[in-house]
């Protein structure tokens, strides 16, 4: 590591401490217990850690009966999305998370291509002043689009050969890894040699590849094995984004997937997880329908939909995978973008058919058709004691999956999933303190120094001198979510804390004007 032991004093004694945090117990996030501890923050980093700082701070918190840890990162996050309206992200910040990794499930803001490029990207979200930090993986389904397009078929091998330069350019400029979306179009349409060619670049920077796996239902363990196989051909880490086995009749394969994993371990595949503290899932509404009905994009799938040669086929297929999470009422809309349908936000497919006397199937074909294929849903088809058990799990890592939302602005709309704004608090509310499925270091441990150093972010994630100062200030007997599936728009309570690269960003509630976390490119 660094030669960091000299350097506190160097960095208190010029400028004096800018903040001092008294009488915490301060967690490292390394899974060592909590010692009560002073710490102080100076020029944007960790200045000192001791058990009385005697100088004091140009701002001084106290912490006494509050625990003090690593800003959290939130490894699987779609928090991008909504940087540029608002910066604040408060969603993301009121749940104490200082850092997101985006470029996720497949699909990232820029790609690798000189026109689109990370060094570009990285450049405005350093514009944008944001609340929390920013690092981007490349998501390998942009990369296919920019290139071949929304068409299923191979890529050709002078294709495969711009494409995989695209991803060296985005990891040379600082991407974290590589990210694939299995269940998405044009993601889906990858084949297993071109997923482990695009992961190749990956190997020598010991940078993982994430995937949101082809299937996490009747096929889970089968998609287990092409994730394993990816990673073991390019010879890079393997990260399983928001691990689950959905449907009730795929639940007891929790035990086969967690077998496999350590096979794979054991083989020499480093495999670790992520996974959000829910029972439902989020994604499209057309998720619902088979990936071959949307090949080509919205207007070919539309097209197919009103094709009676292949729509009954489509139906079946449909109808199918609506039994699997257990009926019409476990898919709730979260987001529509036609007018007219704004009555469905929020509410059950199966209630909401019956509300309007309609079909479900044929009001869900109509719903897409008029919103033009963007509406979103949640499905609750996950089990809780698995939840609990991949939470637990020594390689399971707690992320968000979520979107950046406020309860006031331009980014309160539709009926998000309330894992955008709940899910750190959730665990360490719920899993830790009620239901004890975890212990509160470890706990820390999967939300800081796991995550960060899975995407290679050196100095965030540990609470030692010398390192980033993202730090949060929280009560882990009061810390807890509000946001429910009913009324997403509250946010969690017991996080008194938040401070982005030594400047405090929320304080009792209060937010700080601007925002001080930036782009983190990875070397
Ligand atoms: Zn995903």
Not at 53 to 73: N, S
Not at 95 to 121: H, M, N, P, W
Not at 180 to 197: H, I, M, Q, R
């Amino acid at each position: 590591m660094l030669a960091m032991a000299c350097a506190p004093a160097v960095i208190g004694r010029r400028n004096g401490h800018d903040i001092v945090v008294r009488g915490g117990t301060v967690f490292d996030g390394t899974g060592s217990e909590g010692r009560e501890l002073d710490l102080a923050l100076a020029n944007g980093r960790i200045a000192a850690i001791a058990p009385r700082i005697a100088e004091r701070g140009r701002e001084e918190i106290d912490a006494r009966g509050l625990a003090v840890a690593p800003g959290f990162v939130d490894i699987h996050s779609h928090g991008d999305g909504t940087l540029a309206e608002d910066p604040r992200a408060e969603s993301v910040i009121r749940q104490g998370i200082t850092t997101i990794v985006v470029g996720v499930d497949g699909s990232s803001r820029a790609t690798g291509a000189a026109e689109k490029s990370f060094s570009a990207l990285f450049d405005s979200i350093d514009g944008w002043h944001p609340s929390p930090n920013v690092a981007s993986m490349v998501g390998l389904g942009s990369v296919r689009g920019a290139v071949i397009g929304d068409k299923d078929r191979p890529a050709a091998p002078d294709e495969l050969a711009r494409m995989a330069a695209m991803v060296e350019r985005a990891l040379a400029d600082g991407a974290c890894g590589t990210s694939s979306g299995l269940e998405y179009t044009p993601g889906a349409f990858a084949s297993l040699d071109e997923l482990v060619a695009l992961c190749r670049p990956n190997a020598s920077r010991r940078l993982p590849y994430a995937t949101h796996m082809r299937n996490e239902d009747d096929r889970v363990l089968e998609a287990i094995d092409e994730s394993i196989a990816v990673a073991r051909g390019a010879g890079c880490p393997l990260q399983i984004s928001h691990l689950k086995t959905q449907g009730p009749r795929n639940w007891p394969k929790l035990d086969e997937v967690f077998r496999r994993v350590d096979n794979a371990r054991r083989a020499g595949v480093d495999v670790a997880f992520d996974r959000y503290p829910y029972i439902a899932y989020a994604t499209g509404l057309t998720n619902l329908f088979p990936v071959a009905s949307r090949d080509g994009g919205i207007d070919a799938f539309l097209a197919r939909l009103a094709d009676p040669a292949v729509s009954p086929g489509i139906r079946q297929q449909t109808l199918a995978k609506v039994e699997l999470i257990g009926g019409w009422d476990n898919a709730q809309i979260t987001s529509v973008r036609a007018a007219e349908d704004r009555g469905a936000e929020g509410k059950r497919l199966g209630a909401y058919a019956k509300s309007m006397s309609s079909d479900p199937y044929e009001l869900t074909v109509n719903m897409l058709r008029r919103n033009r294929g963007d509406v979103g849903m949640v499905g609750f088809a996950m089990s809780e004691a698995n939840l609990e058990r991949i939470l637990a799990h020594p390689l399971g890592m707690v992320c968000t999956d979520g979107s950046a939302f406020a309860v006031d602005g331009p980014t309160r709309r539709g009926s998000p999933h309330p894992r955008g704004v709940g899910s750190f608090p959730r665990v360490l509310g719920r899993y830790v303190r009620e239901r004890k499925a975890l212990t509160l270091t470890d706990a820390i441990r999967k939300m800081t120094s796991l995550p960060a150093s899975r995407v290679h972010l050196a100095d965030r994630g540990r609470l030692a001198v010398g390192l980033a100062g993202d730090v949060v200030v929280f009560d882990p007997a009061r810390v807890a979510d509000t946001a429910t599936f009913e009324a997403p728009f509250q946010y969690p309570v017991g996080i008194s804390v938040v401070v982005v690269n030594g400047a405090v960003t929320l304080r009792d509630g209060q937010r700080s004007p601007g925002g001080s976390g930036r782009a983190l490119r990875v070397v």
